[in-house]
């Protein structure tokens, strides 16, 4: 599922809390009564609304993450929700190997820290260099077992 409209820079955080959050929450809600693990691709910015993601239960749901800072979700959410994402595009698209390499070994190490983690790019992969993608993936694969 992808959220557009809760981000930071779409909505003021009281029309957020008015009327988006009861809702979204509402329907998720729904989802995971219903035996679903819902795994939301949180678009934009969320960094300020992280602390609603913990009024879902624990290890009920996966948000995918775009321009919302990673590193502040994992102090956040800690283990209460699996994250995922945060590769930029753009050093997907521009970067090098060994820089790629060393932003995936920081997500690991920080945000895969006690588990949780999935490693994915922040949004989509069109246009980006294969060698990089294949390094994301190959990196991932050798250095980010559990």
Known sequence: MTVTRGSDDFIPMKQFQTFYWPAFKKLVMTLIERGATPCIFLEGTFTSRL??????????????????????????LKDHICIEG???SSLLQVGT???VKDYCRKLI???GKGGGYILGPRSST?????ENLKAMIEF???YGRY
Request: charged content about 40%.
């Open 97 to 99: 190997v060994d820089e």
């Open 126 to 130: 069109d246009e980006v260099k294969p």
């Open 51 to 76: 602390e609603y993601l913990l009024e879902f239960p624990k290890g009920k749901l996966c948000v995918r993450l775009n321009k919302t800072d990673i590193f502040k979700a994992k102090e956040i």
């Open 109 to 111: 190490d920080v945000v």
């Open 86 to 88: 945060n590769v930029p």
């Open 140 to 142: 991932t694969k050798e």
